[in-house]
């Protein structure tokens, strides 16, 4: 919806707030979700990469460092960094492209916010990630092609 119409959809960092009661929750049930779908290095890896380029940013816009670091304590980060770049049915299918897709999510974000994109990590997902299964389902499908059936040979009777 935010690709088709942003001007007219909120996201939860609008309607939502920042609240600690809140934000422990996200934080306690991500971390027990994402460690039992194993998809904790993803959210791990984004973290990262995002603070390394929240200083970045920093240093090119001037802003505190904790100002860029910020985005990270909302909930519109928090739903999107346990529940979103690591879904499983949308990741791609090894644990190192995981982590290379959400690198790559954190600097198609990062280009986007600093451009002043509002929901810069929702688009940055859109951008990368089904380009990045895209890829991985072609791999696979080249890797592991499908291997025809024997049918019955000749004069066999079914």
Sequence with gaps: MLALNSANVAGLSMLWGSNLAAMTVIWVLGLIIVNRAK???????YVISFTILAYVRC???GDAFLAELSPLTGPMYQLFIFFMITDPPTSVSTKKGRIIVAILVAIVEFILRLNNLIYAPFFALFLVGPLAKFLDLRRNALQHPKQEKPGPGPGSIN
């Design 39 to 45: 998809r904790l290095h993803v959210t791990v890896t």
């Design 59 to 61: 240093l090119i816009t």
